[in-house]
């Protein structure tokens, strides 16, 4: 059973952490006791999290897909807050255009860059300070569509996440004998700002329906507050009525 107490004192990184499920995760985690920063490409969204929370998370811009931009929010994190013990990568993009045939290149790489090589570029980042210390937390929030390749996500989507998949495994293994954790989790269908970009609008008796993103801070946090010892490689949690091919 996860003891949250120990979250308390904690230092966390939520990138995408101003909406959706990111926000969701940073306020859980700043409601036990972490000391939460978030990541955004908008500095009016940070600051709206921030009031919109009022336990004292801080945040600062950053483009996950800019190395540089990474690399000074770590830099900034480390200066402001301390040494990361968890970070969670939430920060991920869709598009309307979701087949090959309707989808322009660009958008490909626009999400790759986002999904995929942000993710990699903040594990990067903070995997050395991890490995000094022998410890630390590494949560990837990926998506169904990064265990099932599925219309609805969308085939640039789903590659991204399946890539994240691939990476939060590969590094998983290779830096679980260092006391490092890393688990991907997969969420169904959540109600969150990017079903703005789904190619039909969602009913609301749908909506109503799916998952919210609380439901997957309660998750993300339960999995950081387990013993160090306990590593879960990988979570999918969904609505009950959406089917798991």
């Known amino acids: 059973m996860s003891d949250t107490t120990s979250l308390q004192g904690k230092n966390v990184i939520v990138t995408g952490g101003a909406t959706g499920i990111g926000f969701a995760i940073a306020n859980l985690f700043a409601q036990h006791g972490a000391k939460v920063a978030i990541g955004s ?56 255009n979701r087949s090959i045939n309707t989808m322009a290149p660009e958008q490909w790489d626009q999400v790759m860059a986002i999904n995929a090589t942000g993710a990699y570029n903040c594990i990067y980042s903070v995997l050395p300070q991890m490995r000094s210390r022998q410890n630390g937390t590494i949560i990837n929030i990926s998506s169904v569509a990064g265990k099932r390749a599925i219309a609805l996500g969308g085939v640039a989507y789903a590659a991204s996440k399946f890539a994240m998949t691939a990476l939060g495994t590969c590094v998983a293994n290779e830096v679980g004998g260092e006391g490092i954790r890393v688990t991907n989790v997969y969420p169904g269908e959540v ?10 609008p969602l009913t609301e008796e749908h909506r109503q329906k ?17 013993p160090q010892r306990v590593h879960v490689p990988e979570v999918v949690i969904k609505p009950i009525h959406q089917q798991f091919y």
């Open 191 to 200: 109600d969150t700002p990017i079903l703005e970009q789904r190619p039909t």
């Open 210 to 226: 799916i998952l919210r993103p609380e439901d997957i801070a309660e998750v993300v946090v339960g999995l950081a507050a387990l």
């Open 41 to 96: 490409r908008r500095d009016s969204a940070i600051a709206d999290a921030i009031k919109a929370s009022d336990k004292g998370i801080v945040g600062l811009a950053v483009d996950v897909a800019d190395r540089n931009s990474v690399e000074s929010f770590f830099k900034w994190f480390e200066k402001t807050v301390g040494q990361v013990d968890i970070l969670v990568n939430a920060a991920g993009v869709n598009i309307k």
